[in-house]
């Protein structure tokens, strides 16, 4: 590399876990191209980044008075970039809107970061852009996890969701890719994997050369294969992808982390099809219970739409229906935010008031915490590994079991990095104490 003046990077992350590997992307492509240093000091930033997302339309209002304060912070000359969902979506407005702004990156325009940010108004949003083959740095989010994106895009067209319009078709990346990174994470000691893509297990249909087909179950099989790697995660499936061969790999392989989200978005049959889900009640609780049956210590998180325009008290009713039945380790919970470039606008006439759904969101809020107290006081007195990642300064070592329960035990660093024995002591909604019963 030439000997360029080193400047200094602040970078925001909105937005889901694959944002969140982006901006890692777009922090080692700056390094190793134009030689910035991440910064957490706004100030002392010479580039500001914010990397966004438009998924609910709360993250878009906020971006502009975000880029405000950014700019009445920034020091003289600093330049600010708007990456990720939103810039796709909003594309040359953004600088429109707010002029200051220097450049604008779509979310799948990553590798090209190294080239706007010295164009002044430069706008990179194409969704036929194919980084699939793009040779990003790794991405660790400890010493010991890694997160790795496994295809790019969405084919789905789900009626309330923005992401096929900002992150277009899906590719996946080449399996020997995949695999080729994640053992060069684990030399560098790496015992983790998250596995990522907007639909992360329908991997395998569409590469950007011509070759076979594989499928997701196929790929968790190569990679369970890769010595030294202890756990594998993936997020987010599909429940129409979750085919009984994919269930039997997840219930049987060892490797496989035994915590799933399976994203429910409503429980009733005749809202699922109006969102264009492909699947219906039974089919969800079907696979849940299957995979239940097969994997008794399972924890289910889930995502959840309410409000959803036409959703009736009944169509609620059976979103309730099926917590009771599921009883999910973790809801992520939504009401409805009608979005541009979606289906959905076209049901405006049937939209539910803000007030209801607001009513529909507390029950489940409220139902789910039951729940959760319930699951997490079942753990007590059980025996279960934890990989340990964080110390703290009150003398506390934590870490996540296989199925993605926090834990808490009295250690030191000796612990970290290793995958240890203990037995629960006591449990909170959302986290438990252990003792550790062997090093
Ligand atoms: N309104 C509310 N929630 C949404 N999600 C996606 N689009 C919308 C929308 N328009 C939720 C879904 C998805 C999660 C990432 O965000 O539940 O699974
Ligand atoms: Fe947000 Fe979806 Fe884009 Fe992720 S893919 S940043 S959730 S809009």
């Known amino acids: 590399m030439s000997k360029m003046k080193s400047q200094k990077l602040f970078i925001k992350t909105l937005g889901c876990q694959m944002n969140d590997t982006d901006s890692v992307h777009i922090a080692e492509e700056l390094k190793k191209h134009k030689n910035y ?3 957490t000091s706004i100030e002392e930033a010479d580039l500001i980044i914010i990397n966004t997302c438009s998924v609910r339309d709360k993250p878009v209002q906020k971006l502009f ?37 220097d450049f604008v ?32 740095a790794s991405s660790h989010t400890s010493r010991f996890k890694t997160n790795i994106n496994i295809s790019i895009g969405c084919d789905k067209e789900c009626a309330y969701c923005i992401v096929p319009a900002t992150r277009g078709k899906e590719i996946s990346i080449p399996p020997e890719m995949i695999i080729e990174q994640i053992k060069k994470d684990v ?6 994997v998250m596995l990522l893509g907007q639909n992360v297990n329908s991997y395998g ?19 369970s294969l890769i010595e030294g790697l202890e756990r594998i995660r993936f997020t987010s499936p599909h429940p129409l992808h979750m085919d009984d061969e994919f ?52 924890r289910i998180t889930t995502d959840i739409i309410v409000g959803f325009p036409s959703e009736s008290h009944e169509d609620f009713l059976d979103t309730i229906d099926v917590m009771k039945k599921v ?16 289906s959905a606008l076209k049901l405006e006439d ?26 997490m006081h079942s753990n007590i007195d059980k025996i279960v590994d934890v990989l340990f990642e964080n110390l703290k300064a009150n003398g506390e070592v934590s870490g996540f079991t296989d199925n993605l329960c926090q834990v808490f035990v009295k250690g030191s660093d000796e612990l970290l990095g290793k995958i240890v024995k203990v037995k629960i002591i006591s449990a909170s909604r959302t986290s438990l104490k252990a003792e550790v019963l062997k090093l």
């Open 187 to 192: 030399q560098s000691g790496v015992v983790e």
């Open 105 to 136: 990156l779509g979310a799948r325009n990553i590798s090209k970061i190294k080239d706007v940010i010295d164009v002044k108004g430069a706008v990179e949003i194409s969704i036929d852009n194919d980084e699939s083959t793009y040779d990003f």
């Open 37 to 39: 240093n991440v910064t």
């Open 247 to 298: 269930i039997e790999e997840f219930s049987t392989n060892p490797k496989i982390a035994k915590c799933i989200h399976i994203p429910l978005q409503s429980g009733s049959s005749k809202i699922l099809k109006v969102m264009k889900r492909g699947y219906s009640k039974e089919w969800f609780l079907n696979r849940v219970e299957k995979i239940k049956n097969k994997v008794p210590n399972v």
């Open 350 to 375: 049937k939209a539910i008031d803000d007030k209801t759904s607001s009513n529909r969101l507390t029950q489940v809020i409220e139902l789910h915490k039951t729940h959760q107290v319930e699951l």
């Open 327 to 342: 009883k999910f380790d973790q809801i992520y919970n939504f009401k409805y935010s009608p979005r541009p470039n979606t």
């Open 65 to 101: 008075s975000e880029l405000g304060q950014f700019r009445s912070k920034k020091k003289k000359g600093a330049k600010i970039g708007v990456c990720g969902c939103t810039a796709s979506h909003l594309g040359k407005d953004i600088i429109k809107r707010a002029p200051y702004i």
């Open 205 to 223: 249909r569409r590469f950007s050369d011509k070759r076979q087909k594989t499928s997701f179950t196929k790929l968790l099989q190569e990679i």
